[in-house]
């Protein structure tokens, strides 16, 4: 029997409907072109060296052996760098190419262009440099004091936030100090590029990132070159989380390309992918927890220092954003929040999905389950009790305006039933530690944990956020044109539904996201389904409102009897109906809007300002299976509830609330990179474990909560980061409810388990 | 220098001649680079997570861990040989259905694998097929919507009742 045969285009499902991907046939066939497969004639291969050292400084480099080696077209060095010699997400603070001193393990120093992948990488080997190390500064703790390792010094941003009175104390207090690891983005498809000199004198770079114009500004200005010879085009992107919102190769690759006159391709190996991109930030919190007999918070005070790394990256907003979410979603009348951010010698560190609020999730949610059992009281009750609700005002005198359903987030998922404890599990993939028996059941102990959070959507702090889309309809067939990078997420779909539900079209094409339109911002902040969703609702309007006035003039009626409905203008008498394929066959229409959401304004020397547009809450419930004393454990269930503002598309939502819980639940259980004496010890999937489907249960969706968010096109909230935030406090906490142990540090590991004296009622 | 080699290579039924290849190539890198089959994804050339998979004489392997030349002889199958030009085969079908595909790096090593699973094991249990899939890392996902797709392609392939498929 013969495979089915595809007749679906995927375009013609509206707003609310699981419409497939356009991109899903050409994926599901390994037709689809990723950064990686990119191929051109007389392509030459890139590679670039790095430092072994985390702290050094470079006495020399000799380029010389590596230069005459048959096969090279070219060695770089920083003095090759044609422009400006740093660059960076937020400011530039990172050398193209390090010529005086190496600030971490892994930082470039040279590049190599040659005719095959082996001849660069032995280039790149023959490349000699002269160091003389110095001790790295490896502990956040004393970087303030530490002797700078950056012109700009150690400090990368100090923000505190003074909320209400700070005098006031609860009857009732808690405290506790937590640590978080360091935890890789692991996007399955490597930093890989493509750079082809033009005829112009400019560069052309396909390149997988989360913002094109970002990085094509940074390329432009280290190329001493205007913006409109540099043009950027996304390549297919294999996942993203953070790790592409800073540039990698970008530089590299377009420096390689103009250099030699021919196109270069680069694709780092999974070892240097954990070189050549930032990380979520290693962070060590301490905080106090106030409240009243009856539970009521009356005061939180935290400390939280966050390890940046050697470079700023987006360091400055992360620290922001765990500061204003550090209380979690609940009612905080008087706060103190002192966060801190340091440069030190280790990775840098930068934007993660969930960007500061995974952090402090961790922290305030086992906060709150202590304080909970201070007070006697049902740890559920205590979080509806202090649950926050439209009108409250947050930590940083921000009064919640949008939808904040914070206590129906919690309610429906404590209602969610449990799963049945069975008599017994014989099958070992089903106990601690899988296969191989190391496991009895009779000595396992099941634990149940709860967690709640929350996080802004969009750009915060003043910052002008805008997205760009062109829509075009000629002859019937819409055209939308944005740069919005689709490194997974499914804008492609979102678009694609928009503007059939607004223009009734049957086909909705997507044009290449490039350059050559405004910029879409980044691919991060849960942002784009807002951003890059409202500039093409935007745009398809405007086409309709353009088609709707041509119609108006052409037939002498006025605007407001004429209505665009499942592709066809009417009048409501009934007496006009023209289809927008007849009118755009005649006259096609273009419509490019530039869409900007409220603005927000910075925080003042209190941390005080409305600094954020608007808030994703999530719940996680887990179960876990824990045998104490070998320190192994199973996720047995995990379930959420989430609010979503509106359900664009079931099926991306549920992929996006899936595939974020599981990477909380390999923060909570196994993913860190291990770093020591500033020296990355696991950098591989040998090494750095990611959960496999054999480590995650189904995830039961307890409640998808839809209350429209006031300003947000459709209604709809961003999903893509609440889901991480949540779900690691929530494993984290059924650990403690199995074992009794305080559990302050992730991700656990079997000997913090096992070998722990550090029990909760100690 | 490297010793350059010429070989040739049984792939998806078509002889293919690798022209002046260096020895230490991998069959994943000749696929990619010298055969324009792009198909198998190199997410991390070190056969932990499952994207480059490929059959060899029907079995399961990472072809980045198998070096091209010693492949000569051997009848290797890729994601491109699963269907048709513009058609799919029941497990890609089921995998956009299911909404298995995100960034979609990991989509023909899973798909690979899931064919290789189902005809070898077409009954398998939910926990089976976690257990046969561990070996493919997925980033996007959280494997929710893949597992499912493994249930409607098993589903699908029983109906039929079909020994063996495209």
Redesign the interface.
């Known amino acids: 029997?013969?495979?089915?045969?595809?007749t679906r285009t995927g375009s013609s499902h509206r707003i609310g409907e699981?419409a497939?991907?356009p991109?899903?046939?050409p994926?599901?066939?390994?037709?689809?072109?990723?950064s990686?497969?990119l191929?051109a004639e007389r392509m030459l291969w890139g590679a670039t060296l790095r430092s072994p050292h985390p702290s050094a400084r470079i006495l020399s480099i000799d380029i010389s052996a590596a230069l005459a080696m048959?096969?090279v077209a070219t060695v770089l060095t920083a003095e090759d760098v044609p422009g400006l010699s740093s660059f960076g997400l937020e400011h530039a603070d990172q050398p193209v190419l390090a010529s005086d001193v190496v600030r971490y393990q892994g930082e470039a120093i040279a590049l190599v262009a040659a005719d095959?992948?082996?001849?660069a990488r032995k280039a790149v080997a023959a490349i000699r440099v002269e160091y003389e190390t110095m001790a790295p500064l490896s502990d956040p703790r004393i970087a303030l004091d530490a002797t700078p390792i950056h012109p700009e010094g150690n400090l990368v941003r100090h923000l505190v936030i003074r909320h209400g009175d700070l005098d006031v104390e609860g009857e009732v207090q808690v405290e506790g100090s937590y640590e978080i690891g360091m935890q890789d983005?692991?996007?399955?498809?490597?930093e890989s590029g493509m750079a082809i000199p033009t005829e112009d004198g400019g560069v052309e770079l396909m390149i997988s990132t989360q913002w094109l114009h970002v990085d094509r500004d940074q390329v432009a200005a280290c190329l001493d070159l205007p913006v409109d010879k540099v043009h950027l085009t996304l390549a297919?992107?294999?996942?993203?989380?953070g790790a592409r919102e800073d540039v990698s190769m970008q530089v590299h690759l377009c420096m390689l390309a103009l250099r030699t006159g021919r196109p270069v391709k680069m694709?780092y190996?999974?070892e240097e992918s954990f070189f050549g991109h930032v990380h979520r930030h290693p962070a060590q919190l301490w905080y106090r927890h106030h409240a009243d007999r009856n539970g009521r918070i009356v005061k939180v005070e935290c400390r939280l220092l966050f390890d940046g790394g050697a470079y700023r990256s987006s360091s400055a907003a992360v620290i922001a954003n765990a500061a204003c979410f550090s209380m979690g979603p609940y009612l905080v009348p008087n706060a103190h929040v002192d966060a801190t951010v340091v440069r030190t010698n280790n990775p840098t560190c930068g934007a993660m999905r969930g960007f500061g609020a995974v952090q402090t999730c961790f922290a305030h949610e086992a906060q709150m389950d202590k304080l909970a059992d201070a007070l006697g009281m049902d740890r559920i009750e205590l979080r509806l009790l202090n649950a926050l609700e439209p009108g409250h005002e947050l930590i940083t005198g921000q009064v919640i305006t949008g939808t904040a359903p914070v206590a129906e987030v919690i309610r429906t998922l404590a209602a969610h039933p449990l799963p049945p404890a069975p008599d017994s599990i014989t099958?070992s993939?089903?106990l601690p530690g899988g296969?191989g028996r190391t496991t009895d059941y009779s000595d396992v102990k099941r634990g149940i944990g709860f967690a709640v959070g929350f996080k802004n959507l969009c750009f915060s702090e003043g910052f002008d956020d805008f997205s760009t889309a062109r829509v075009r309809v000629d002859g019937g067939i819409a055209t939308v044109k944005c740069a919005c990078a689709e490194?997974?997420?499914?804008f492609v779909t979102l678009a694609q539904q928009i503007t059939t539900e607004i223009l009734g079209v049957e086909r909705v094409d997507l044009a290449p996201a490039d350059t050559s339109i405004g910029s879409a911002g980044s691919t991060s902040a849960s942002r784009q389904t807002w951003m890059s969703g409202g500039a093409v609702h935007a745009a398809a309007t405007a086409v309709r409102d353009t088609l709707i006035a041509r119609v108006a003039r052409d037939e002498g009626v006025d605007i407001t009897v004429l209505e665009l409905v499942d592709g066809v203008v009417r009048s409501l008498d009934g007496t006009i109906n023209i289809s927008i394929v007849e009118l755009t066959t005649a006259e096609p229409v273009e419509e490019e809007i530039e869409f900007h959401h409220a603005p927000t304004d910075e925080l003042d020397e209190n941390g005080q300002g409305n600094a954020h547009v608007s808030f994703a809450f999530s719940a996680h419930r887990a179960v876990t299976d824990v045998d104490p004393e070998l320190g192994l454990v199973r996720l047995v269930d995990i379930a959420t509830s989430q609010e979503v503002g509106r359900v664009l598309n079931p099926?991306?939502l549920?992929?996006q609330l899936?595939?974020?819980?599981?990477?909380g639940i390999g923060l909570a259980l196994m993913e860190e990179i291990i770093v020591d004496e500033s020296r990355v010890r696991n950098p591989?999937?040998?090494d750095y474990l990611?959960?496999?489907?054999?480590?995650?249960p189904?995830?039961q969706i307890a409640a998808i909560i839809e209350e429209p968010e006031p300003g947000a096109p459709f209604g709809a909230k961003g999903v893509g980061e609440a889901p991480t935030i949540s779900s690691t406090p929530a494993v984290v906490a059924a650990l403690r409810n199995a074992t009794g142990l305080a559990l302050t540090r992730v991700p656990v590991r079997p000997e913090h388990i096992a070998l722990s004296a550090d029990h909760l009622d100690d | 220098?490297?010793d350059l080699v010429s070989y040739r290579l049984n792939v998806n039924g078509q002889d293919r001649t690798v022209a002046d290849g260096?020895l230490?190539e991998s069959l994943l890198?000749v696929l990619?680079?010298r055969l324009?089959l792009?198909?198998?994804?190199?997410?991390?050339?070190?056969g932990?997570?499952g994207?480059c998979s490929v059959m060899v004489d029907d079995e399961l392997v990472c072809s980045c861990l198998v070096l091209a030349a010693s492949a000569e002889g051997r009848d290797i199958r890729?994601?491109?040989s699963?269907?048709?030009e513009?058609?799919?085969?029941?497990v890609?079908?089921a995998?956009?259905?299911a909404?298995a595909?995100?960034?979609?790096?990991?989509?023909?090593g899973l798909?690979v694998s899931v064919h290789d699973l189902l005809e070898r094991q077409p009954d398998a249990t939910d926990?089976e097929?976690?257990?046969a899939?561990?070996?493919?890392?997925?980033?996007?996902?959280?494997?929710?919507?893949?597992?499912e797709a493994v249930r409607i392609a098993a589903a699908e392939r029983l109906a039929?009742g079909?020994e063996s498929?495209?």
């Open positions: 029997m013969s495979s089915p045969t595809i699981s497939p991907r991109d899903g046939i994926k599901a066939r390994g037709e689809f072109a990723f990686s497969d191929w048959p096969g095959h992948p082996d001849t983005q692991a996007f399955l498809g490597p297919g992107v294999g996942g993203a989380f694709v190996s999974r099958d993939r089903l296969t490194v997974g997420q499914g099926l991306q549920t992929g899936e595939g974020g819980t599981a990477q591989s999937f040998t990611i959960p496999t489907m054999l480590d995650l189904d995830l | 220098m490297s260096r230490g890198y990619r680079e324009g792009a198909g198998a994804k190199n997410a991390c050339e070190q932990e997570c994207s890729t994601i491109e699963l269907a048709p513009g058609e799919l085969s029941y890609q079908q995998f956009v259905d909404g595909v995100q960034c979609g790096f990991c989509t023909p798909i926990i097929v976690r257990e899939l561990s070996g493919n890392l997925c980033r996007c996902t959280g494997y929710g919507r893949i597992l039929d079909s498929r495209a």
